[in-house]
Structures are given as C-alpha cells and as structure tokens.
C-alpha cells in the first residue's frame, strides 16, 4: 500500500477504531483486528500510531509505528500440520514523505521496516527462530492536470515487503537407532527469499471525448513474489467509461 502502513495493508476482513488529532501536529492512534487470509481462519490483531508534520511549505512527513499479533501464521504465512507454528509479534515502522515539485507533480516516498518474533509449539518440526527483519520501500511520481483539466498520471517503482534476514531450525527423522528408536537431525533453513521483486507500473487517466473517460494502467514485475526461478510478468489494462 502506497499511502498506509505497508504491514497493516496485509490484513483482510479488517475491523478498525481511530482516534485523530486535527491540530497543527496531525496525530493518531488506531486498533484494528481481521484475518491473514480471505477464509477468515487466521486471525490478527495490531495497534497504529502515526504523525504527520509539514516541516515545510511543500513537504510532508508521516511516521507510523505499529504493533501486530498473529495467531498460526507470520507475516501472513501459515504452516500446517507438524510444521505448525504459534503466535508471531512484529514491530514496524513506516516512513512516507510527499514533496510537491509544482502545481502539477507531487513525489511520494515510502520505506517500511518491520522485526518479527515467533513463537513455537512443543509437537512442531520447525523451532528456535531467529528475529525476522524485513523491508519494503516504493517511489511515486503523480502528475494531475498536465495538457488538460482532469487529467492524471502516476508513475511508481517498488520493492514489495520482502524478508531480509532470519532463521528457523527445521527437525526431520534421520534413520533408526540400534534400539529401533528414531533419531532426528537439525537442519537450519534461511527465511529469506531467492529473489528480490520490483515492480514498475505506469498510470493514467482523462477524457477521452466527452462523456467519455479513459484509464490505462501498464504493470511490469521482475522475480514475481521474490523468486527468482518466476519469470518476469508485465500487464496492460485499458478501461473506456461511456455516460449515456
């Protein structure tokens, strides 16, 4: 999400309370609860802080810093069965600054950090992980009214939110000992990703004719979800609004 805590923008199904300051210091201070997926079978819950200031005339800055608790999954992955994991914790922070260039463009930046902690179940295969860091970051160029009224363009590059560095220890049998009992071995696997997704899109809307409104959005992404054996994708829509 460009605009919204990058972390937050994962929750589905989501329930949320706010409490807004309107003074010249703009501040708030939020609850929300929902799911990690569209089933509604794991649930979420978090709390939002955020302040935005305009330390100049052309410039806004927002801070974001959040709280979330994951039942089953982490980062809104879930593993089943005897891979099963228990409640995760992650603490994010979300920075975003918009800076307008003239009367037509403005420039939106947004950089999101997030540690997560998980906890394990004693009958899991999987244990002892490690903090898990990640990222995200996205550059916007938006454009309104360029050669006519109504007129919009927006250009954005981003790295969606990617895990940077963690650990877990992976348990698997190894054979059987001279008692016929099993014996186990301890495997350490990194939680970081093969590849580094990035992905450029391209926007822009007008009317096309009157009464008559067009929009064309251009996608192209590389290493799709952070794999690196995924080939890139690039999409095209067009959408021609008619009022009769």
């Not at 929902?34 to 794991?42: E, M």
């Not at 600054?97 to 463009?105: G, H, L």
């Not at 099993?182 to 450029?200: K, M, Y």
């Not at 290493?223 to 829509?237: A, G, I, R, T, W």
């Amino acid at each position: 999400s460009l605009y919204g805590d990058s972390h937050l923008s994962k929750i589905e199904n989501s329930k949320a309370f706010n409490i807004a300051s309107v003074s010249k210091l703009k501040a708030s201070l939020g609850v929300v609860s929902g799911y990690t997926d569209a089933s509604n079978s794991h649930g979420v819950s978090g709390i939002n802080t955020s302040i935005l200031v305009n330390p100049l005339k052309d410039l806004s800055l927002t801070v974001q810093v959040s709280h979330l608790k994951e039942d089953e999954t982490f980062l809104s992955s879930y593993f089943s069965g005897a891979y099963q994991t228990g409640t995760a914790k992650t603490k994010a922070i979300n920075l975003i600054a918009t800076s307008k260039i003239n009367k037509n463009f403005s420039l939106i930046t947004q950089l999101s950090k997030a540690t997560t902690q998980v906890a394990t179940l004693r009958d899991s295969v999987v244990s002892d992980f490690s903090n898990i860091e990640s990222s995200g970051y996205s550059l916007s160029l938006l454009g309104n009214d360029i050669y006519s009224q109504d007129e919009q363009l927006f250009v954005t590059f981003k790295q969606p939110i990617k895990v940077t560095s963690g650990n877990m220890v992976l348990t698997t049998a190894n054979g059987l000992n001279l008692d016929d009992s099993i014996s186990f071995t301890d495997q350490i696997v990194n939680l970081s990703p093969t590849g580094i997704e990035r992905a450029l899109t391209i926007g822009y809307a007008t009317e096309f004719a009157k009464d008559t409104d067009m929009a064309l959005l251009l996608n192209h992404r590389n290493n799709p979800n952070h794999d690196v054996s995924l080939k890139s994708e690039s999409q095209m829509m067009i959408k021609i609004n008619k009022k009769f």
